[in-house]
């Protein structure tokens, strides 16, 4: 069935350094859906990509999908205290969104 | 201000209680739907409506129901026959179903002991 892949599952980071969290598809993706989770709060909607190959970028986030609409990675530059949180990727398959089990970001002061 | 609202955010019930969570929107989506996260965990599908009066089992419906009389509302109902109630429930809405973003509601957060 559908299934969305995404690791690491937690990423610990000093303020300052990179981070980068990757979501994988076995099967041909139509679009895929970021969204951001703050602790004990709901998913917030980042980006979407539908392009092969499609790189967007919001500030210090960049979004990538991969040339074959299997992959795509969020890479955040310089993390700062604000970025702490969930990432999910979600995958749209048709009319369907499958949701990653998401990345869990933490950034040490 | 638009934007969906879910009641109450903290709910608390005995083991064998049916129990109805509220879900209201007033972005004019046609489609909602509703998904169960669990501590450390993705959004799980339960149900989603694309219209008014007909929804759709996502991967975990069995437990819940659901009903769509209004385009604004789109409540869900844990049963007693749903094993592991105790979760955190967020409802979402979109334009259609398909390549339009999700917006999503504070969530509840239901406890059965």
């Known amino acids: 069935g559908q299934q969305v892949m995404q690791i690491p599952q937690y990423q610990h980071v000093q303020e300052g350094e990179d981070f980068t969290t990757y979501c994988n598809s076995s099967?041909?993706?139509?679009?895929i859906q970021w969204y951001k989770q703050r602790p004990g709060g709901h998913p917030v909607f980042l980006i979407q990509?539908?392009?092969?190959?499609e790189v967007k970028k919001q500030k210090r986030l960049t979004f990538q999908f991969g040339e074959a609409k299997k992959n795509s990675s969020l890479h955040i530059t310089a993390t700062q205290t604000t970025d702490v949180g969930t990432y999910f990727c979600?995958?749209?398959?048709?009319?369907?969104?499958?949701f990653g089990p998401g990345t869990r970001l933490s950034v040490l002061p | 201000d638009g934007g969906i609202t879910q009641s109450p955010k903290y709910l608390f019930r005995k083991e064998g209680q049916n129990v109805t969570l509220s879900c209201e929107q007033n972005?004019?989506?046609?489609?909602m739907y509703w998904y169960r996260q669990d501590p450390g965990q993705g959004l799980r599908l339960i149900y989603y409506?694309?219209?008014?009066?007909?929804?759709q089992k996502g991967d975990i419906a069995e437990g819940y129901s659901v009903s769509r009389e209004k385009k604004e509302s789109f409540p869900l109902t844990v049963t007693s026959a749903q094993k592991n109630p105790t979760a955190f429930y967020l409802c979402?809405?979109?334009?259609?179903?398909?390549?339009?973003?999700?917006?999503f509601g504070p969530g509840t957060r239901l406890t059965v002991t």
């Open positions: 979402a809405s979109s334009i259609d179903r398909g390549r339009y973003e999700q917006y």
């Open positions: 409506s694309q219209i008014v009066n007909d929804f």
């Open positions: 972005l004019n989506h046609d489609a």
């Open positions: 979600a995958g749209g398959y048709g009319q369907n969104f499958v």
């Open positions: 990509l539908v392009k092969s190959g």
């Open positions: 099967t041909t993706l139509s679009n």
